[in-house]
């Protein structure tokens, strides 16, 4: 049972390149979260997924697009990165109807864009 | 909008020390309320998570507790080691189903031998 899992762990883009973050979870969690983290802001939401084929905004959307085509994955895109786009990306999971809605974490992605 | 501060930012006790550590909320409406560790450069780990209806959860040497009228939780660290060094992040859940966390900035603590 390895929780939650993010791939790649580091990342260095240059300004205008695209990459996609992959998470996968194998705990059949409903619902999974995208979040960044920077100096002196906290942890912020980008988007969410509350079940196969659903995503929605969340507090930074912008700059970013998501998919959730398996339950498993879900998928962070940058299509045209800019250097406000540096920082650490965290993605949880939890299970919903009825549960705790504990989230767990995955170890970070962290992105440097130059 | 719901708001999240936890003070201290940083904390130094030297080891065995009992601590508290502060979280509180502008919006009392909440569905539940996590504490996270996470050391530096790694990823969050759960501590300890208490439901709305909820006042107080232990594991091991740690208590929190949770007072939804006043807007404030607390985690206990009781006999503190060097191991227990690491941020504390407090989060608030506050919508329907799926919604997020809302995260404090954290209360860094550090434990010397």
């Known amino acids: 049972n390895a929780g939650v899992t993010q791939t790649p762990k580091f990342r260095v883009l240059k300004t205008g390149q695209s990459m996609t973050l992959l998470c996968a979870q194998d705990m059949n969690h409903e619902y999974m979260y995208w979040y960044r983290q920077d100096p002196g802001m906290g942890l912020r939401l980008i988007h969410y997924s509350v079940g196969e084929g659903t995503t929605a905004k969340g507090e930074v959307p912008d700059g970013y697009n998501v998919s959730r085509l398996k339950k498993q994955n879900f998928l962070l895109g940058l299509e045209s990165a800019a250097p406000s786009q540096t920082s650490v990306y965290f993605c949880?999971?939890?299970?919903?109807?009825?549960?705790?809605?504990?989230?767990?974490f995955g170890p970070g992605t962290r992105l440097t864009v130059t | 909008k719901q708001e999240v501060t936890q003070i201290p930012a940083a904390l130094s006790v030297p080891e065995g020390e009992n601590l508290v550590l502060n979280c509180s909320f502008t919006d009392s409406a909440i569905y539940n309320l996590q504490w996270f560790r996470q050391d530096p450069g790694k990823g969050l780990t759960s501590l300890l998570l208490?439901?709305?209806?909820?006042r107080e959860q232990t594991s091991g040497r740690l208590n929190a507790s949770l007072d939804k009228s006043s807007g404030r939780s607390t985690l206990y660290i009781a006999a503190s080691q060097p191991g227990d060094s690491a941020t504390y992040l407090c989060a608030v859940r506050v919508g329907q189903a799926g919604t997020a966390l809302i995260f404090g900035k954290g209360t860094t603590l550090s434990v010397s031998s």
């Open positions: 208490i439901q709305s209806s909820q």
């Open positions: 949880a999971s939890s299970s919903g109807g009825g549960g705790s809605y504990e989230q767990y």
